[in-house]
């Protein structure tokens, strides 16, 4: 599970590389947003490991569960929304006049959230991640 994060973020950055300009993104590795939600792959194999492991009735798996949900949640909806909150906010300081007190302050970060489809592909390679580690392990929670 723990790989599945930084297998995330390699492919962020891969997806990054500017062929015009030939340089990388370097931010994708440590910024949030982007193609695959990694939090929402890294919740979705830790409950798919916990279930294989520990069976989908327990208690564990429904705790990883909800754990998983609540992460999905956020992504798709407070983090996505107020990344495009700061999107207006940015648009609306760079209007501002020169002399304005707020006309100098930096601008907000705006990738914070996922889009649904992100987090879908998230929730994929984290199914698909912690099924083939259980496979050849026999046990989803050493990966």
């Not at 990694?38 to 990883?64: I, R």
């Not at 992460?71 to 996505?80: I, P």
Request: net charge positive; aromatic share 6%.
């Amino acid at each position: 599970m723990r790989n599945i994060f930084v297998i995330c973020k390699i492919l962020k950055a891969i997806k990054s590389f500017r062929y015009k300009e030939r340089r990388w993104d370097l931010k994708q590795l440590v910024g949030s947003g982007g193609m695959p939600s990694s939090h929402s792959a890294t919740v979705v194999s830790l409950a798919v490991a916990v279930g294989l492991q520990e069976g989908f009735g327990g208690s564990l798996f429904a705790l990883a569960f909800i754990l998983a949900c609540v992460v999905m949640y956020d992504a798709t909806g407070v983090r996505l929304h107020a990344g495009r909150q700061a999107e207006v906010l940015n648009q609306i300081v760079c209007e501002l006049p020169a002399e304005h007190p707020l006309a100098e302050s930096r601008p907000l970060r705006e990738l914070l959230g996922h889009t649904p489809t992100q987090v879908g592909a998230g929730v994929l390679l984290g199914l698909i991640t912690a099924t083939i580690v259980h496979l050849i392990t026999g046990s989803g929670i050493r990966a």
